[in-house]
């Protein structure tokens, strides 16, 4: 079964900066898109960045500039790099993994527990 653990989240002034990371166990398919939702509180989830196997990029527009979506596909890991943290950026961090058979048919659609990001000062 597919495990995702994070790690990252915690406590940054406004301005500052933050490295999430995500590490996937127990992949089967070689073939999957990783990303970063995150959800503010009362709000719904929202997608951040994804990442293909291939390197192709989507970010949200309100982190355009920002962040950085980046993985090593021998490591199974995927990470984000958010830079210039503002208050809006508050919110649990969530990895996700939908991975994809040969076929290009979709098999999976897996989540990491969650990180809390807090900016405040």
């Known amino acids: 079964q597919v495990q995702l653990v994070e790690s990252g989240g915690g406590l940054v002034q406004p301005g500052g900066s933050l490295r999430l990371s995500c590490a996937a166990s127990?992949?089967?398919?070689?073939?999957?898109?990783m990303g970063w939702y995150r959800q503010a509180p009362g709000k719904q989830r929202e997608l951040v960045a994804t990442?293909?196997?291939?390197?192709?990029?989507y970010y949200q527009d309100s982190v355009l500039g920002r962040f950085t979506i980046s993985r090593d596909n021998a490591k199974n890991t995927v990470a984000l790099q958010m830079n210039r943290l503002n208050p809006e950026d508050t919110a649990v961090y969530y990895c996700?993994?939908?991975?994809?058979?040969?076929?290009?048919?979709?098999?999976?659609?897996?989540w990491g527990q969650g990180t809390q990001v807090t900016v405040s000062s």
């Open positions: 996700n993994v939908v991975q994809y058979n040969q076929y290009m048919e979709r098999q999976g659609d897996y």
């Open positions: 127990g992949m089967f398919f070689r073939i999957y898109t």
């Open positions: 990442i293909t196997s291939r390197g192709s990029f």
